[in-house]
């Protein structure tokens, strides 16, 4: 199976420079839609529900302290298959346009980021999980 590394590569080589929080909204709506239409992850490591909307802590972790960026290290396009990244073209090809910003308020309006967050108060950190099913269910209805 593909890393979260491979994918944010992937979407990096598409994209050029953009800002981290752009980059994790991307990998989010990959995941998202991936499953959604295919029934199953474009990678293992799990989304979180954080404050400013969905982030995979791994790959925070390689690009703390950046605003913006333009490669990460790990990950390699051969990971990927065809089919996953016909997904992943499509997300970017829709969201790619947008702000970081404005993709992080429009998972805020969406089920998945919601019921994850639950009852944590706007601004608080949380770790819970954004889950595949939570995915599946409100994309693959839409």
């Not at 994209?15 to 499953?35: C, D, F, N, R």
């Not at 998972?107 to 099913?133: D, F, M, N, V, Y």
Request: aromatic share 12%; glycine share 8%; net charge positive.
């Amino acid at each position: 199976m593909a890393s979260v590394f491979d994918v944010a590569k992937y979407i990096l080589g598409k994209t050029g420079e953009i800002s981290t929080m752009k980059l994790q909204k991307l990998v989010y709506y990959s995941q998202a839609w991936h499953y959604a239409w295919n029934e199953e992850p474009l990678f293992s490591e799990k989304i979180e529900a954080w404050a400013n909307g969905p982030v995979v802590r791994d790959l925070f972790k390689a690009h703390d302290g950046k605003l913006k960026i333009s490669n990460v290290r790990k990950g390699s396009l051969k990971n990927l298959s065809y089919e996953q990244k016909i997904s992943i073209d499509k997300v970017v090809k829709f969201y790619g346009k947008k702000s970081g910003r404005y993709l992080s308020e429009l998972t805020h309006a969406e089920r998945p980021w919601k019921a994850a967050r639950g009852c944590t108060p706007t601004g608080e950190p949380s770790s819970t999980e954004i889950t595949l099913q939570s995915m599946l269910d409100y994309y693959g209805s839409l």
